[in-house]
């Protein structure tokens, strides 16, 4: 079974322009949700998309937004983009069955973006 | 909220030895789940363990074990038999139960692994 896919992997944009990320999750998971890696904040949470309902927010201004297709692939979006946005930008997917195995969260390799 | 502590923040050990790595967490809720995840320098996110707080048995995958204490709030990561290719970033993560919810990641210990 393929695994969490990111696209594209690294990118390097410019401050103003927007970027968008993509996601596939794996085959059958249907909830996927988005985390930014910095080194000075850590790992924090975006957002999560359910049945293309985005479910769960984290605290992220609204430049940061996302959507989730039927065939569960979703996609993030940052507009107006700043320096400080620079980070790595982790995809995850869950089944949601319920359960250890349904609760249990699977990565994909990530997006680097830098912004200069 | 929930909150995840990870107190070393860099850790070495000795290639075949046993390390310990540290993780509390702080939470009000009785349905959770804790992971720790391992991220190499390809910066992949890599599943290593999950415990359901539900279950007194602590996990056990392979050389990787945990020692799940739940009154205390606590979650150790012991690696046993160190490799080289343990050497990583070791995230200690929290998520409520009911399959709703994010992951709330602790800051990360750095694994050193000497020959």
């Known amino acids: 079974k393929a695994g969490v896919t990111q696209t594209p992997r690294y990118l390097i944009k410019t401050r103003g322009q927007q970027v968008t990320l993509s996601c596939s999750p794996i085959?059958?998971?249907?909830?996927v949700s988005w985390y930014q890696q910095t080194p000075g904040q850590g790992l924090q949470f975006l957002f999560e998309?359910?049945?293309?309902?985005?479910?769960n927010k984290g605290n992220f201004p609204g430049r940061f937004s996302g959507r989730q297709f039927s065939n569960s692939r979703s996609e993030m979006n940052v507009s107006t983009l700043e320096l400080g946005d620079s980070a790595l930008y982790l995809c995850?997917?869950?089944?949601?069955?319920?359960?250890?195995?349904?609760?249990?969260?699977?990565f994909g390799e990530g997006s680097w973006l830098t912004v200069v | 909220a929930q909150t995840v502590t990870q107190s070393q923040p860099e850790m070495s050990v000795q290639e075949a030895e046993t390390v310990t790595l540290s993780c509390t967490y702080d939470?009000?809720?009785?349905?959770?789940?804790l992971f720790w995840y391992k991220q190499p320098p390809s910066r992949q996110m890599i599943l290593v363990i999950r415990?359901?707080?539900?279950?007194?048995q602590n996990a056990t995958e392979n050389r990787f074990s945990v020692n799940f204490q739940k009154a205390a709030k606590s979650f150790s990561l012991k690696i046993s038999d160190s490799q080289l290719g343990d050497a990583a970033m070791y995230f200690c993560?929290?998520?409520?139960?009911?399959?709703?919810?994010?992951?709330?990641f602790g800051k990360g210990t750095k694994l050193s692994v000497k020959p």
């Open positions: 995850a997917s869950s089944s949601q069955g319920g359960g250890s195995t349904g609760n249990t969260i699977y």
């Open positions: 085959s059958g998971h249907r909830s």
């Open positions: 998309y359910f049945s293309e309902t985005q479910r």
């Open positions: 939470t009000s809720e009785s349905d959770y789940y």
């Open positions: 415990q359901e707080a539900y279950k007194q």
């Open positions: 993560a929290y998520r409520s139960g009911g399959s709703q919810g994010n992951l709330i």
